[in-house]
Each structure stands twice: as C-alpha cells, then as structure tokens.
C-alpha cells in the first residue's frame, strides 16, 4: 500500500544542574540561559527527514546537549507516534541519557497508551464490553530493532480468538504480559494496566495492574 504521513511529537527534558538555576535566577539575565527556541528549531529540523526512532532520538539527544553544554547532566527525549499503533491512542519511545554517555546504549521504555478492545470477559460475560489497555515494555540497554504494531497486532488477535477463557482481568494481564515478553529477547519487561470502564456503574472503572520479567517467564 501508499506511504502516509503521520504527525509525531517529540518531547525533550533536560536534567539541569543546580548550579544553573542559582546562576540563571540570581542574575535574571537570558544570557545565562538556555535559548529553548533554538533547540526547538534544531529539533524540528531533525524531525523533517528520519531514518528510524532510535537514530532520530540520538540525534535530538546530542543536539540538546550540544545546545545546554555544561548545564545539563541528563537528557530524556520522549517520542510520540500517536497513529502508530491500530486501536491505541498513542505509541511512546523514552530514552534518558545521562551525560557523557551514548543514547543509542540506553535502555528504552516504549508505552502503547488506551489500546481499546472489545471483549467477552469477567463473570456478568452476557456481552462484550470495552477493555482499556495501558502497556509499558521496557527494553535492555543497547540498540534493538523490535516490531512493536506487529507484536500488539498479534497480541490482540490472540484475545480475540481466546476470549472465552477470560473470566478474570488477572488472566487477561498475564495474558498480555507474558505474549509481550517472549515476542522479543530485547524486552525485559512489561507493565499492564487493563480497565473495564462499563463493569460497575458507581466507579470509573475496575481494573488490573502488574509487571513480569522475561526471565522469569
């Protein structure tokens, strides 16, 4: 099929030394400031053409710190694909770098935020009902090529078959988690947050939260 354009988000934090914020308060004076237009300028610049998530996040990272010198002892770029993912609202790469270290070395939290399904699960299973879906999947240190849309992609293709084993978010999470971690030797380890909005009528939902290692699976 075509190639479409989608928009992203880049979100750059810098881990200031206290040093600055002395420095910068007591003399109000924009000099010993960081010019926050100018990294955003490089940044979107860098944004315009992209060979691939990590390579382009390195590249934001050296940028902001090339731009904040001796100020700045950590750098987190937060990447944001929110068409990524098929039935999520939004798709997340975070990368904190600390100082003098390669970002391309640094271990990844990649989060798939309100993946959204319908299914038949839980005892009152007379018919199916929204399931919010939150997953953080924490990659090792090191530079790793993990297809994300197709590991989710499988994933929910799996409850949807299954679903009639599901009488307990605790099995649908573990579900997730485990289906997760040994879809790649690159992920350490998941985080999952699943949420029945419509299960009881005075609350805002129930819902399960754990994490598992791939080791231990």
Do not use: W
Not at 49 to 68: C, G, I, M, N, W
Not at 112 to 139: F, S
């Amino acid at each position: 099929g075509r190639l479409h354009e989608q928009p992203i988000c880049i979100t750059v934090y810098l881990r200031l030394k206290p040093s600055f914020f002395e420095i910068s308060g007591q003399s109000n004076n924009v000099i010993g400031s960081i010019h926050y237009g100018h990294l955003t300028k490089a940044v979107s610049a860098l944004a315009a053409s992209y060979a691939d998530v990590r390579t382009l996040v390195h590249e934001v990272t050296q940028k902001a710190f090339a731009l904040a010198r001796e100020n700045v002892d950590a750098v987190c770029v937060v990447f944001s694909l929110p068409k990524q993912i098929l039935l999520a609202n939004g798709f997340e790469v975070e990368v904190i770098t600390p100082k003098g270290k390669d970002s391309l070395q640094q271990a990844a939290k990649v989060s798939v935020k309100d993946l959204v399904m319908l299914m038949l699960i839980g005892v009152e299973r007379l018919a199916k009902q929204k399931v919010i879906t939150n997953i953080t999947l924490y990659e090792k240190s090191g530079m790793h090529q993990v297809g994300y849309p197709a590991i989710i992609k499988q994933i929910v293709l799996s409850l949807s078959i299954g679903n009639a084993a599901y009488l307990t978010l605790e099995k649908f999470v573990l579900h997730i988690i485990r289906s997760s971690c040994l879809a790649s030797d690159a992920i350490e380890a998941v985080t999952t947050r699943s949420q029945k909005p419509n299960a009881l009528s005075v609350t805002h939902s129930s819902g399960v939260e754990t994490t598992g290692c791939h080791d231990v699976l």
